[in-house]
């Protein structure tokens, strides 16, 4: 992270403002209509309805994540996939919850964007001469925020350089616009201050009818605290706990505000209207309309980035196959992932097209989010235990705190399954793809070994001047994934010296370090046996597209021009130059496939047959590294996991039976 982070500065306050606090401020557009619903507007459930909004956003959002989870910052990054890293050495099983918060937070990603824009659009319903032509659920309205959102994901692999700088102030003037008319709307009525006690959340939950379940709703106003965590390298945690005092101040004066209004409006029911607009004078409403319209598509650019980021972040770590990963501008943290930002737009498509207006989505919206929590609790728990070593009596206080609050949302929120099947299916595959691709790393890699290739030189050697072996090429190239210069993997050894034995003039050894800096091309050349073993460490930064053939050819016409490559084959020199580069260039690439002389449990075939099954839908090793394709080779090496040990065949006298000709002799 950078160290500039770690200081308050007014920066790093607004950029918190833009990318941080997106999802959970705009939660004010649809939160309390979802509350009501077709309820009738009474004290008993206003007061309790704000009084649960509260103590939500105090206990999830400023004191769990605020407070206590921001600490468990990864060298000043935040995210499961941060906190996993943090504690995955403590229990093997904890890789389970966070592979199942990161596809609950991905599946999210399909239903923030709809809900969001689609709340903020269907507020021009109340604008005056608008009331029949913007309807929620009607095809304009649905056309339109489709429209925003199709344009939002197109964007997306422009990166947000030049746009994003506006959106710290754009939430800004979000913020205050929400906090000006909340406070305005409580000075009409200032006696729903007295909602800030706990007493009118537990009567609610207790006495009103199904009070409990409106947790479900209630639940609404925390989703994006999640969010909140996966983003702390973007802004720094101080930045980010700062400017929290200013957006909780904005939005429980919204939420007050709303409640106010709905006890001095002498209505009996919400009949359609969203309190969120109502709070605003008819000629500031479409102004407010417009803000509304730019926060929900900053707070959906904010979730949209978060997805790319966690996918990346899986990557890394092994929990998803390799994919195409581009950097649209020079700041490291800016991606775009092609296939997963259309995949986020299908979804999001599809769900508009599904539900057709916010209402709808409002009940299908939150058992993702409270099942990502669930997880983030259990791995904090053991943040809180190995890591910072507290008390005992301190850690079980705190996680019974959160257990109950996070598990009577869970409860409410598994009734909304019905309206919310097809996420299930969308969350049940990406946890699968996850699961599958780590427990198959973990059996591959048990099988990936190393060797020192000072032991192998002679055998390299002699191979290469052993001029009986057809030759397989002049200059041979493997890459490696040995970090070490003296080591290289056992199969790469294999590949050249056994079975086919690949007889060549030079053998070349590529590895390739990434670094923090977008441009930076390098290299180093160790030169393990002078022109027949030489190894080229290639430093490459993080927006170089690594186009292995042709650096390659680069190094090869320096080093001729500095004369420190002179090969000959077959007495007859070969020309190289800076210009022109003779003799045959061939890439190996190994790739393992799943022998059939293995005999798994059930459990081993069934993840094995699955993980190469999703492999040959992952980005292929030529294209990765930009190889040429006519002068690549794939050598396919079976994976032997479990060896068949007793095979039921007998020998037996052979007695063939006679020929028609000999029983007619």
Not at 432 to 444: P, S
Not at 530 to 551: C, N, T, W
Request: with cysteine; proline share 4%; aromatic share 14%.
């Amino acid at each position: 992270m950078n160290p500039h982070l770690k200081k308050v500065t007014a920066a790093g306050l607004l950029v918190s403002l833009g990318i941080i606090f997106g999802d959970i401020g705009t939660s004010p557009l649809y939160v309390f209509k979802a509350i009501m619903g077709e309820r009738p507007i009474s004290d008993e459930l206003v007061y309790g309805g704000i009084s649960c909004v509260f103590w939500t956003l105090t206990l999830q959002t400023t004191f769990k994540y605020i407070l206590l989870t921001l600490q468990a910052d990864n060298k000043g990054e935040g995210g499961i996939f941060s906190l996993y890293a943090l504690v995955w050495r403590y229990r093997h099983w904890l890789y389970f919850p966070a592979i199942v918060g990161a596809g609950t937070l991905l599946a999210d990603g399909i239903i923030t964007p709809p809900i969001s824009v689609a709340s903020a659009i269907e507020g021009l319903n109340g604008v005056k001469g608008m009331e029949e032509l913007i309807v929620p659920g009607n095809n304009l309205t649905v056309g339109i925020v489709i429209g925003i959102i199709s344009m939002l994901f197109f964007f997306q692999q422009f990166g947000t350089k030049v746009v994003g700088s506006s959106f710290g102030p754009i939430m800004f003037i979000w913020f205050s616009m929400i906090m000006f008319w909340g406070i305005l709307s409580i000075a009409h009525y200032p006696a729903i201050l007295a909602a800030f006690s706990p007493y009118y959340a537990i009567h609610l939950l207790v006495h009103y009818p199904n009070g409990f379940w409106l947790l479900g709703a209630v639940f609404l106003c925390t989703t994006g605290a999640e969010a909140l965590y996966s983003d702390l390298g973007h802004c720094g945690k101080k930045n980010i706990q700062v400017s929290w005092i200013f957006v909780k101040i904005a939005l429980i004066a919204n939420y007050f505000g709303q409640a106010a209004w709905l006890l001095h409006s002498g209505k009996t029911h919400l009949e359609g209207l969203n309190p969120f607009y109502e709070i605003m004078p008819d000629w500031f409403l479409l102004p407010g309309i417009i803000i509304a319209t730019l926060a929900t598509i900053i707070a959906s650019q904010a979730l949209i980035s978060g997805s790319f980021t966690l996918i990346s972040e899986a990557v890394s770590m092994n929990f998803w196959p390799r994919i195409t990963i581009k950097y649209p501008t020079n700041i490291r943290g800016q991606i775009y992932i092609p296939s997963i930002n259309w995949l986020l737009w299908g979804g999001c498509v599809g769900m508009m097209l599904y539900f057709r207006d916010s209402g709808k989505m409002e009940a299908a919206y939150g058992f993702s989010i409270v099942v990502a929590m669930l997880m983030t609790t259990t791995l904090m728990f053991y943040y809180m235990k190995f890591v910072k070593k507290w008390a005992s009596w301190l850690m079980f206080a705190i996680l019974l705190v959160f257990l109950v609050v996070e598990i009577s949302f869970f409860i409410t929120n598994v009734a909304k399954i019905k309206q919310r099947w097809m996420f299930l299916i969308f969350e049940i595959t990406l946890v699968f793809v996850m699961y599958i691709w780590y427990k198959a790393r973990k059996i591959t890699n048990r099988f990936l070994q190393f060797e020192s290739i000072n032991n192998f030189i002679p055998a390299l050697t002699a191979l290469s001047n052993n001029h009986d072996e057809a030759k397989y090429a002049t200059h041979l190239v493997y890459l490696t994934k040995a970090n070490s210069k003296k080591a290289i993997e056992k199969r790469i050894l294999e590949s050249i010296l056994t079975k086919r034995p690949k007889r060549a003039d030079v053998y070349w050894f590529l590895h390739i370090e990434r670094t923090d800096e977008p441009y930076t091309m390098e290299y180093h050349v160790e030169e393990i046996e002078h022109d027949k073993i030489i190894r080229v460490e290639f430093r490459l930064g993080f927006r170089i597209q690594p186009r292995m053939h042709l650096y390659f050819r680069k190094v090869m016409e320096e080093m001729v021009e500095h004369h420190e490559l002179n090969v000959c084959a077959n007495s007859d020199e070969i020309a190289l130059n800076k210009h022109n580069i003779s003799g045959d260039i061939r890439y190996v690439i190994l790739q393992r496939f799943l022998s059939v002389e293995n005999e798994f449990s059930v459990q081993e075939g069934f993840i094995l047959n699955s993980y190469f099954a999703i492999s040959k839908m992952a980005q292929t090793d030529k294209k990765a590294f930009g190889l040429d394709w006519s002068d690549t080779d794939v050598e396919k090496i079976p994976l032997v996991v479990a060896p068949i040990q007793n095979i039921p065949l007998k020998r037996t006298m052979y007695h063939a039976a006679p020929s028609l000709h000999e029983e007619h002799a």
